[in-house]
């Protein structure tokens, strides 16, 4: 199993470009989420899915678009860069059981905003 | 409003020697708790889990307390290697859909 998959590992993008930063999970996990990293911040939640066209916003959704057609992927979209967005971003997948939420996170994506 | 915190950015600790990590949490609605390590440029990995029916859960050398009335979770890792020198985040959830994370700690062992 490749587990989370993200792609780019780096990315450099003008102030107002548009971008889609990809993700795939081979487990067949229900929940998969996006999060981003910041310097004193911790991981805040984007977006998050808990199926094949489910979705839902999280702590910090401005900005972001999400979809789910299908249970492997669940790309991020920027529509309009800005500065702010600039930070890590982690992928993450895990069943949905009442008994085990641990998360498998992907390497991330590291995004810069000019 | 950071609903869990994580006060103490960095901690340096012998080799051999027992790390203790501390998290807060404000939110009584949280039933579930985890505990992640990170390396840099890699992503979180999950560590240890404990669920608020319970005040302890134990896996080799990583123990979590959860002390409810305190709203306060803490990782104890004995003895402390080399190689478990990384950041450390916990994580609460309550409705099952959101995670809240901490802002992690910065955890050195010294060999």
């Known amino acids: 199993n490749a587990g989370v998959t993200q792609t780019p590992k780096f990315q450099v993008l003008k102030t107002g470009q548009s971008m889609t930063l990809q993700c795939a999970q081979d487990m067949n996990h229900e929940y998969m989420s996006w999060y981003r990293q910041d310097p004193g911040m911790g991981l805040r939640l984007i977006h998050y899915s808990v199926g094949a066209g489910i979705t839902d916003q999280g702590e910090v959704p401005n900005g972001y678009n999400v979809s789910r057609s299908t249970t492997e992927d669940f790309p991020l979209r920027l529509l309009s860069a800005a500065p702010s967005q600039t930070s890590v971003y982690f992928c993450a997948s895990s069943y949905w059981s009442a008994w085990s939420y641990e998360q498998y996170f992907g390497p991330g994506t590291r995004l810069t905003v000019t | 409003d950071q609903q869990v915190k994580q006060n103490s950015p960095s901690l340096s600790v012998q080799e051999g020697r027992i790390s203790i990590l501390n998290c807060d949490y404000t939110?009584?609605?949280?039933?579930?708790f985890l505990w992640y390590k990170k390396y840099p440029a890699e992503g979180p990995t999950f560590l240890i889990s404990i669920s608020s029916i319970k005040d302890k859960n134990e896996d080799g050398r990583f123990t979590v307390f959860l002390n409810k009335s305190a709203k306060h979770l803490s990782l104890h890792i004995v003895p402390s290697q080399p190689g478990d020198s990384a950041v450390y985040f916990c994580?609460?959830?309550?409705?099952?859909?959101?995670?809240?994370f901490g802002t992690g700690t910065s955890l050195t062992v010294i060999p």
């Open positions: 994580a609460a959830n309550s409705t099952g859909n959101q995670f809240y």
């Open positions: 939110n009584s609605m949280f039933d579930y």
